[in-house]
């Protein structure tokens, strides 16, 4: 995994070079601070049924556990975004209607390329890669993000935003694999991961991009 791994890393380091995070500016009013959040709800939404089918679709008894048990660590965190949007936006109704706006098609249209890997894969392995791109990008996003919120004031009542959620994904039980990350992938496994993973990150470029259009235009 470890070719695979330094891959992740390295369209980590893009993805965490998009002005969306070298620009965030504390504000006090949330609303600004965080004004980004809303038009990632297709992707917060989608995950969840990601992860989820992507442990069902596994054959591999063991990489079948480990997927469904971190599909379970991160259930409700759903929840903690739309509670988190209230407290940020005010209380209002964010309904299929308001989820299909055109504003959000290319988070939608991202979030449904992301979950196009799930079904391609014919390695379970692949499953593996895929949520540790995933993941990757999580952890990187919400660390920021709660930095973010806790620099513009928030006092803890967020939950997705806030660290109740960071300390939720670092201590996801697949990270504790040390075995799987010495494991040697065979080279056909590994040429398919690596483009994969490199579509993944594409998505999460273009989602970057339509975030930080919604920031910059609250904070102008
Ligand atoms: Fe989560
Ligand atoms: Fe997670």
């Known amino acids: 995994m470890k070719?695979?791994?330094?891959?992740?890393?390295?369209?980590?380091?893009?993805l965490v070079s998009h002005p969306l995070f070298t620009e965030m500016k504390p504000n006090p009013d949330l609303s600004r601070a965080l004004a980004f959040a809303e038009v990632l709800a297709p992707w917060v939404m989608t995950f969840?049924?990601?992860?989820?089918?992507?442990?069902?679709?596994?054959?591999?008894?063991?990489i079948r556990a480990t997927l469904a048990t971190h599909a379970r660590e991160d259930r409700g965190h759903q929840e903690w975004f739309l509670d988190d949007l209230d407290l940020i936006f005010g209380e209002r109704v964010r309904d299929v209607r308001w989820l299909y706006d055109p504003a959000l098609d290319v988070v939608r249209e991202?979030?449904?390329?992301?979950?196009?890997?799930?079904?391609?894969?014919?390695?379970?392995?692949?499953?593996?890669?895929?949520?540790?791109?995933?993941?990757?990008a999580a952890?990187?996003?919400?660390?920021?993000?709660?930095?973010?919120?806790?620099?513009?004031?928030?006092?803890?009542?967020?939950?997705?935003?806030?660290p109740v959620h960071a300390e939720a994904e670092s201590g996801h039980e697949m990270f504790e694999d040390e075995e799987r990350d010495e494991e040697v992938l065979p080279d056909d496994v590994r040429e398919r991961a690596l483009p994969m993973v490199g579509r993944i990150f594409g998505s999460f470029l273009r989602?970057?991009?339509?975030?930080?259009?919604?920031?910059?235009?609250?904070?102008?």
Do not use: W
Request: hydrophobic share 45%.
């Open 48 to 62: 969840q049924d990601i992860t989820r089918i992507n442990a069902s679709l596994a054959k591999d008894p063991e």
């Open 207 to 220: 989602m970057a991009d339509v975030a930080f259009a919604k920031q910059s235009a609250a904070n102008a």
């Open 139 to 162: 952890g990187a996003f919400i660390a920021r993000v709660c930095r973010q919120a806790a620099e513009s004031g928030d006092d803890g009542k967020l939950k997705y935003f806030g």
């Open 110 to 136: 991202e979030s449904l390329a992301i979950a196009s890997e799930i079904f391609r894969v014919d390695d379970d392995r692949l499953r593996i890669v895929f949520v540790e791109a995933l993941e990757a």
């Open 3 to 14: 070719i695979v791994n330094e891959c992740i890393q390295k369209h980590l380091g893009e």
